[in-house]
């Protein structure tokens, strides 16, 4: 029997599909992929066997776009152990300190009432009903909305007050006007599942509305590259990241990294004049539209062993009280927001978990120009989206009070044990 899992929520069904949207998270059942964990024949599982097809076909390496369909080591063996005699909890009239700052020495920082963040989230994968949801619900929940690559139409942008605009590769959707009117500007070197291998963006992708906010020509197919031609050393990205604060007059600025060879890469980035205000570590558990599944499986770190490494360095080099910290992939829920924050992040992007609570699906199809998320209410979704936002940062605070600490960031690696001798010596939690 075939078993076909959701990439948005993780839903698996056995047999065929015969319904239109996933039960769990009403995304598409068109965009359902074939479980890799299960139906295997020896080796070659129902995975291998399609990209192994679709690279003779095609003559070029196979994408999909979803989330990594192999299953990382993560956090769900970390616990908390709650306060309860030699310190004492607190009670629930405590009010408890959730606010987290983008840019703690920067001449104008983003103050947010929650550590959670909108992840990156483009305007090709993701419907205008549902970006428009987004941006009202991260306004309300009083954190900030991201433009992914590609920008962001006016719509949207009329219904937030915070900002963070991607500058990536290709800088599509990029212009100075743009830049002006961020909050916050990050520079994406790389994230969880692509590193530097560029691609092109299909031509049935860039429908009426997609070419004008990303500002491409409808019906091409555009590259994006696989490095940036204007930072080629880490001398470069220190002069970006000047010339960018100049431009947006002192807002914060932000460097999306994945995990590689960490220790080198900050080393080279805080070595120099100007360094980011923010520094987003991205695991390789994240989705994309479309990426090599090849790329995706097998290269970059997984953010369990990425997140505690770049807490140490930013501790140990004394960077904590200008640098935040914005921990990114496979984000699902409160209890992993608290642990990341644990492990030495200030706050976490989340997509996934943002895209289910819009109820119905947030995906678009664009190669037809057709919407799935048509009957979509933007602000039902954008209403779910910020009680979501908001019932996550109170459990994130319960959490804090049952370990005594009067804000979620004096949460440390002391109020985890771990039960899993590998998780514990990755992060360097005790074993329980």
């Known amino acids: 029997m075939t078993n076909y899992l959701c990439p948005v929520c993780g839903y698996l069904h056995a047999g065929d599909i015969d319904f239109c949207f996933c039960p769990v998270c009403m995304a598409s059942a068109r965009i359902f992929i074939h479980d890799t964990n299960a139906d295997n024949f020896g080796r070659w599982d129902l995975n291998s066997r399609p990209i192994i097809r679709s690279m003779a076909e095609m003559g070029s390496y196979h994408q999909e776009g979803r989330v990594t369909a192999r299953t990382f080591l993560g956090m769900d063996d970390l616990i908390f152990l709650p306060a309860q005699v030699n310190n004492f909890p607190l009670g629930h009239e405590v009010e408890i300190d959730s606010?987290?700052?983008?840019?703690?020495?920067?001449?104008?920082?983003?103050?947010?009432?929650?550590?959670?963040?909108?992840?990156?989230?483009?305007?090709?994968?993701?419907?205008?009903?549902?970006?428009?949801?987004?941006?009202?619900?991260?306004?309300?929940?009083?954190t900030i909305v991201h433009t992914g690559d590609g920008g962001m139409g006016d719509e949207e942008m009329a219904l937030t007050n915070r900002v963070t605009v991607q500058f990536p590769t290709d800088r599509f959707g990029v212009s100075e006007e743009s830049l002006r009117g961020a909050d916050m500007v990050e520079i994406?070197?790389?994230?969880?599942?692509?590193?530097?291998?560029?691609?092109?963006?299909?031509?049935?992708?860039?429908?009426?509305?997609?070419?004008?906010?990303?500002?491409?020509?409808?019906?091409?197919?555009?590259?994006?590259?696989?490095?940036?031609?204007?930072?080629?050393?880490?001398?470069?990205?220190?002069?970006?990241?000047?010339?960018?604060?100049?431009?947006?007059?002192?807002?914060?600025?932000?460097?999306?990294?994945?995990?590689?060879?960490?220790?080198?890469?900050?080393?080279?980035?805080?070595?120099?004049?100007?360094?980011?205000?923010?520094?987003?570590?991205d695991g390789g558990e994240g989705c994309l539209d479309t990426v090599s599944v090849t790329v995706g499986e097998h290269v970059g770190l997984p953010l369990i062993y990425s997140l505690p490494r770049v807490g140490d360095f930013l501790d140990l080099t004394g960077l904590r009280e200008r640098v935040t910290l914005i921990a990114a992939g496979?984000?699902?829920?409160?209890?992993?927001?608290?642990?990341?924050?644990?492990?030495?992040?200030?706050?976490?992007?989340?997509?996934?978990?943002?895209?289910?609570?819009?109820?119905?699906?947030?995906?678009?199809?664009?190669?037809?120009?057709?919407?799935?998320?048509?009957?979509?209410?933007?602000?039902?979704?954008?209403?779910?989206?910020?009680?979501?936002?908001?019932?996550?940062?109170?459990?994130?605070?319960?959490?804090?009070?049952?370990?005594?600490?009067?804000?979620?960031?004096?949460?440390n690696r002391d109020d985890l044990v771990s039960l899993d001798s590998e998780l514990s010596r990755i992060t360097g939690v005790s074993m329980a």
């Open 188 to 281: 994406k070197i790389s994230q969880g599942v692509k590193f530097g291998i560029g691609g092109k963006v299909r031509r049935g992708k860039v429908i009426a509305e997609i070419a004008a906010v990303s500002r491409l020509g409808q019906g091409k197919m555009p590259q994006s590259p696989a490095m940036r031609q204007d930072i080629k050393s880490a001398k470069d990205l220190s002069k970006k990241i000047l010339e960018l604060r100049r431009l947006l007059d002192g807002k914060p600025i932000s460097l999306k990294l994945a995990g590689g060879h960490l220790q080198n890469d900050l080393e080279a980035i805080f070595s120099q004049d100007c360094i980011p205000d923010v520094l987003v570590i």
């Open 99 to 142: 606010r987290v700052v983008l840019g703690k020495r920067a001449r104008q920082p983003v103050f947010l009432q929650t550590p959670i963040l909108n992840a990156a989230m483009s305007c090709g994968p993701l419907s205008k009903e549902a970006s428009m949801a987004l941006a009202l619900g991260s306004f309300l929940a009083g």
């Open 330 to 411: 496979g984000i699902r829920h409160s209890g992993d927001i608290a642990k990341a924050i644990a492990l030495g992040a200030d706050g976490v992007y989340m997509s996934g978990a943002l895209k289910i609570a819009l109820g119905p699906s947030s995906l678009s199809v664009a190669q037809g120009g057709q919407s799935l998320s048509e009957g979509l209410d933007i602000h039902d979704g954008g209403m779910r989206v910020a009680n979501f936002i908001s019932a996550a940062t109170e459990e994130v605070k319960a959490i804090a009070r049952l370990c005594g600490k009067r804000s979620i960031h004096d949460l």
